[in-house]
């Protein structure tokens, strides 16, 4: 079973700044099958990135992915007050068939 | 536009069971593999079960596996996940999610979730 760890745990930084999130995978995930979505509170989670690097609809150009293999980035150029939220990867493994999701990182304001 | 709202979640107590629905609307339901994610309170995402888009196959997470069986009517647009021998631990936000793969103008493609329901609330407890 393949095991996402995301980094740090929190980040706390000012609007105006770059995020830099990591999410590592224990063994080698396709980059077709690493996503990105970012939660806020009391609502649902918004698809960001899929495909490790593509922006998904309506995402402003200011959040950008990359990655293979075992390590996936996912950064915020110049964070906007509305970027603070939870952030989480995820890979869809195919045999079997399962979702895994990193544990979060909570980006928060300094 | 996609629509997605789960209804049936409530109070429980441990052991007994519950049916959660997700009524799907703006889309083709018969074409995309459904998911259910939940939230424990406070906690992070944690994927539950998928069903392929023709009801075909269902695979789970080993937490909820013989105990929570998903289904789908394609005719009513309509996801479900019957939740039996409930524990403490199965408290959480359910979600459904729709499962598509999406591809840009440079021929990247991913698999993700790009539509989810504002979820339901299940609380397991005597």
């Known amino acids: 079973e393949i095991v996402l760890t995301q980094s740090p745990g929190t980040l706390s930084l000012s609007p105006g700044e770059r995020a830099t999130l990591s999410c590592r995978a224990s063994?080698?995930?396709?980059?077709?099958?690493l996503a990105w979505y970012q939660q806020k509170p009391g609502q649902a989670p918004r698809l960001l990135i899929y495909?490790?690097?593509s922006r998904a609809t309506d995402i402003p150009d200011r959040f950008s992915g990359s990655g293979s293999g075992t390590d996936f980035t996912l950064t915020i150029s110049r964070l906007e007050p509305e970027d603070f939220a939870v952030y989480y990867c995820?890979?869809?493994?195919?045999?079997?068939?399962?979702?895994?999701f990193g544990q979060g990182t909570r980006l928060e304001i300094k | 536009q996609v629509h997605l709202v789960e209804s049936g979640g409530g109070v429980v107590q441990p052991g007994r069971s519950l049916r959660l629905s997700c009524a799907a609307s703006?889309?083709?339901?018969?074409?995309?593999?459904m998911h259910w994610v939940r939230q424990a309170p406070g906690k992070g995402l944690e994927w539950v079960a998928v069903?392929?888009?023709?009801?075909?196959?269902?695979y789970y997470a080993d937490s909820v596996k013989g105990r929570f069986t998903i289904s789908r009517d394609n005719s009513k647009n309509t996801l479900f996940l019957q939740m039996d021998s409930l524990r403490v631990e199965d408290t959480a936000v359910y979600y459904c999610?729709?499962?598509?793969?999406?591809?840009?103008?440079?021929?990247?493609?991913?698999?993700?979730?790009?539509?989810w329901g504002q979820g339901t609330l299940v609380t397991v407890s005597s």
């Open positions: 999610a729709r499962s598509v793969w999406l591809s840009d103008s440079y021929g990247n493609r991913g698999y993700c979730f790009d539509y």
């Open positions: 703006g889309f083709d339901f018969s074409d995309n593999g």
């Open positions: 069903i392929w888009h023709d009801g075909s196959s269902q």
């Open positions: 063994q080698s995930v396709s980059s077709s099958y």
């Open positions: 495909g490790a690097s």
């Open positions: 995820h890979q869809y493994g195919i045999s079997p068939p399962k979702i895994t």
